[in-house]
C-alpha cells in the first residue's frame, strides 16, 4: 500500500515540552520507530507539522531584528530542512541496510485572495502567559489567541492549499523505491502575483490538508494523520468524552472540533475519503500500524467504496472543508486543487 503520514507538530514536540533540540532529537526517535515499522511492509510519503518549530524561529529572528524579520515563507523552509533532515537520518537509521530516503523542500501554492488572510487562525510558536503575550503583541503586532488551557499562543493565516509545486518529482523518488519526506510545514506558502511569477506569503499552510492534497495527488491508498491524541472523541474534555473507532464522513462532519487542532485533521480526512473512497485514519503516532489495520485510533470510512474517477480534464472530486465554509475542490491531472 502507499500510505500518507502526516506527523503533527505536538506529536513531534510534546505539550508543555521546552523547545530544545534534545526534546526534538527524542521525539522524532520515536516518530521514526513507528514509521520504520510501517516503511517495512508499505510505501510510506511522510509530512509533518511545524508548529511550535516556526513559531520558535519567528520569535528568535524578532528578538535579532525586531524592525525586519524573516517571513513566515522563508521560516517554514528553515523548518521543513530542520524537521525533515531529523527525521530523514532517524528513519535511516532504523531501516534496514540499503534502504533510501529523501527529503523535498516543497511549495505549496495559494490563493492571495484567500480569507483567511484577513482572519488569521493557525496557533504557532510557545505558549505566553497573558503578559508575555501582551508584550508580543505590543513589540511585533502579532495577533493573539486563548487556549483552553488559559494560555496565549501566535495566530497567523492559514490559506487552503491548492496545488502542491513539484509533486512529479516525488512520484520519481517513490518509483525509485525511496521513502519520501516532503510538503513539511503544510509546505512553503507561496502565490502567484500580478505578472505570473511564484512569490512567497506571509503564512503557514496547514499540514493535515496539505497532506490530503499529497495523499490524493499520489493516489494513495491510505492516509495517517497522526498526533499525540489516541483518536477523535465526541464531547473531548468533558465526563462524558467518547472515543469513535470508525466513522463515515457523514457522522463526523457535524462534530464540535477545536478548529486549530482537530478540526482540521478531521475536515482533511474527510475530503481525502470523499474524493478517494479509501482510508483515513486519525490517532496516536505509536499507534501507526493499529490504526492502519483496524486496532486503534479513529477510522473514517467511505460509505460504500468507489473508484477514485480519472480523465485527461480537471474533476470536482469533493468538497474540502474549511474553517466556516466549504469550498469546491477540483483534482487534475498534476494533483492540483483549483
Not at 500518507?4 to 508543555?16: D, E, H, K, S, Y
Not at 502567484?192 to 492534497?213: H, P, Y
Amino acid at each position: 500500500m502507499r500510505v500518507v503520514v502526516a506527523l503533527g507538530g505536538n506529536a513531534l514536540l510534546q505539550r508543555g515540552e521546552p523547545m530544545t533540540a534534545e526534546a526534538q532529537h527524542t521525539n522524532v526517535r520515536i516518530a521514526a520507530t513507528a514509521l520504520a515499522d510501517l516503511a517495512r511492509d508499505h510505501q510510506i510519503v511522510v509530512a509533518h507539522g511545524n508548529g511550535p518549530q516556526v513559531g520558535l524561529l519567528a520569535l528568535q529572528g524578532a528578538a535579532y531584528d525586531r524592525a525586519a524579520p524573516w517571513p513566515l515563507d522563508v521560516l517554514g523552509a528553515e523548518t521543513e530542512g530542520m524537521i525533515g533532515y531529523l527525521i530523514e537520518q532517524e528513519l535511516m537509521n532504523a531501516l534496514p541496510d540499503g534502504s533510501r530516503c529523501a527529503t523535498l523542500l516543497s511549495r505549496v501554492e495559494v490563493d492571495p485572495n484567500d480569507p483567511a488572510f484577513e482572519t488569521p487562525s493557525k496557533p504557532i510558536g510557545p505558549v505566553y502567559t497573558e503578559a508575555e503575550a501582551a508584550r508580543a503583541t505590543k513589540d511585533h503586532g502579532w495577533a493573539m489567541v486563548t487556549e483552553a488551557s488559559g494560555g496565549h499562543r501566535r495566530v497567523v493565516p492559514s490559506p487552503l492549499p491548492l496545488r502542491i509545486v513539484g509533486l512529479e518529482a516525488i512520484e520519481v523518488l517513490l518509483d525509485a523505491g525511496h521513502t519520501v519526506i516532503c510538503a513539511g510545514g503544510g509546505g512553503i506558502p507561496v502565490a502567484r502575483n500580478a505578472d505570473g511569477d511564484m512569490t512567497g506569503v506571509e503564512a503557514v499552510i496547514d499540514k493535515d490538508r496539505t497532506a490530503a492534497l499529497l495523499a490524493l495527488g499520489l493516489n494513495a491508498d491510505a492516509l495517517l494523520l497522526l498526533t499525540d491524541v489516541p483518536a477523535v472523541f465526541r464531547h473531548y474534555g468533558s465526563k462524558d468524552q467518547t472515543a469513535i473507532g470508525e466513522a463515515t464522513p457523514d457522522a463526523v462532519e457535524d462534530l464540535e472540533l477545536a478548529p486549530g487542532s482537530m478540526g482540521p485533521k478531521v475536515g482533511a480526512a474527510i475530503a481525502f475519503v470523499r474524493a478517494s473512497g479509501k482510508l483515513a485514519g486519525i490517532g496516536q503516532l505509536t499507534d501507526a500500524r493499529a490504526i492502519l489495520e483496524g486496532h486503534a485510533g479513529t477510522r473514517i470510512l467511505p460509505e460504500k467504496a468507489k473508484p477514485r474517477r480519472t480523465g485527461t480534464s480537471s474533476q470536482e472530486v469533493s468538497e474540502f472543508a474549511g474553517d466556516d465554509q466549504p469550498v469546491s475542490v477540483w483534482l487534475d491531472d498534476g494533483g492540483a486543487m483549483v
